[in-house]
């Protein structure tokens, strides 16, 4: 049975507009630059619920967010902008 209060870490992050392709989520996660709530990130299919903070290791920078929803779809960045708030943006 599926959580309706949780989605998979893949689709969170396509749904916020961090990756363009859910595929990509595999590289980040195998590459160990993706933490959910302080752990390492094994799988993709893990799942995010609202409260949960994702800390995103990229080429130039280092982010930190608050999950705040969930979304229902890809949508607009407008859109996309209200799934999060950063905590922490370090450059």
Excluded: C
């Excluded at 998979?8 to 595929?23: C, E, S, T, V």
């Excluded at 619920?49 to 930190?64: A, F, K, S």
């Excluded at 608050?66 to 779809?73: D, H, N, T």
């Amino acid at each position: 049975m599926t959580d309706p209060n949780a989605l998979r870490l893949d689709k969170w992050l396509w749904h916020a507009r961090f990756i363009r392709h859910r595929g990509l989520a595999e590289e980040i996660v195998a590459a160990r630059r993706v933490r959910l709530n302080e752990q390492i990130v094994q799988k993709t299919h893990q799942l995010v619920r609202p409260g949960d903070v994702i800390t995103l290791t990229e080429p130039m920078r280092v982010r930190v967010l608050r999950v705040l929803a969930l979304g229902q779809r890809r949508g607009p960045a407008s859109e996309a902008r209200l799934l999060y708030e950063e905590i922490t943006r370090i450059d």
